[in-house]
C-alpha cells in the first residue's frame, strides 16, 4: 500500500492542525493506522494509533488534545490535532499494520511509510 501524509503547516501554539493519510493500493480497512513523529535531533516516536477493529491508542504526551480518526470509504485516516504546543513540532508519518492492540505504539511492526509531513508550531 502506497501512502501519502499531507495537511501540515505553520501554527501558533494552541492552534489546530488536521493531518490526512490517504492510502491507495488496497484499503486499509481491517488494518491499523499509526502517526508517528520525528523531531530533529530526536528519535522516532509514537503519537496515535488505531487498529482495525477501531481501538485507539495515543502517546500520553498528546492525549486529549489529539484524536485520529478514519473514514474507510476515503481509505483516508486523519489526525486532528488541537491546542498544539512548541513540542508538537516535526515532521509526521503515517505507517499501516496488522499488530496487536498492545504493540500499536511499537514502530518495527509498521510497514509502508508515507512521506512524512511537516508541523511547525511557532509564534
Known amino acids: 500500500v502506497q501512502l501519502q501524509a499531507f495537511g501540515g503547516g505553520l501554527v501558533q501554539p494552541g492552534g489546530s492542525l488536521r493531518l490526512s493519510c490517504a492510502a491507495s493500493g488496497r484499503t486499509f480497512r481491517n488494518i491499523g493506522v499509526g502517526w508517528f513523529r520525528q523531531a530533529p535531533g530526536k528519535e522516532r516516536e509514537f503519537v496515535a494509533a488505531?487498529?482495525?477493529?477501531?481501538?485507539?491508542r495515543y502517546a500520553d504526551s498528546v492525549k486529549g488534545r489529539f484524536t485520529i480518526s478514519r473514514v474507510n470509504a476515503l481509505n483516508t485516516v486523519y489526525l486532528q490535532m488541537n491546542f498544539l504546543k512548541y513540542d508538537d513540532s516535526a515532521v509526521y508519518y503515517c505507517a499501516v499494520t496488522r499488530t496487536i492492540w498492545s504493540a500499536l505504539d511499537d514502530s518495527r511492526h509498521y510497514t509502508d511509510w508515507g512521506q512524512g509531513t511537516q508541523v511547525t508550531v511557532s509564534s
Open positions: 488505531m487498529n482495525g477493529s477501531g481501538s485507539t
